[in-house]
């Protein structure tokens, strides 16, 4: 069993950065591949970015390829998710989650275990 928990939230103006944190308890990260994904009200969860269980390799959604940044460090069994540039569309709930794949998966069904969220709200 894992347990996951995001912080970094936050409400920020168009343009300014957040960073996102997800600590995991149970087991290490590193037995993971770890993904970030948002849901906005009234709106499917939505893929976001993802990270290999190492480091070495991460996909981003072409809507925050460029500003958002995914990076894991696993000796503090934390993966975040640095979000500048930030625009009012990035408003959302926003979820950290571990997956058992063994290559970059961007479907939610493919994630075990999950965060409770954590609110980003950006305002124009």
């Known amino acids: 069993q894992v347990q996951l928990v995001e912080s970094g939230g936050g409400l920020v103006q168009a343009g300014e950065s957040l960073r996102l944190s997800c600590v995991a308890s149970g087991r290490p990260w590193i037995n993971y591949h770890a993904g970030w994904f948002r849901q906005a009200p009234g709106k499917e969860r939505e893929f976001v970015a993802d990270?290999?269980?190492?480091?070495?390799?991460?996909y981003y959604a072409d809507s925050v390829k460029g500003r958002f940044t995914i990076s894991r460090d696993n000796a503090r069994n934390t993966v975040y998710l640095q979000m500048n540039t930030l625009k009012p569309e990035d408003t959302a709930v926003y979820y950290c989650?571990?997956?058992?794949?063994?290559?970059?998966?961007?479907?939610?069904?493919?994630?075990?275990?999950w965060g409770q969220g954590t609110q980003v709200t950006v305002s124009s």
């Open positions: 989650a571990a997956s058992f794949a063994t290559a970059i998966t961007t479907t939610p069904i493919t994630y075990y275990y």
């Open positions: 990270i290999s269980r190492s480091g070495g390799s991460t």
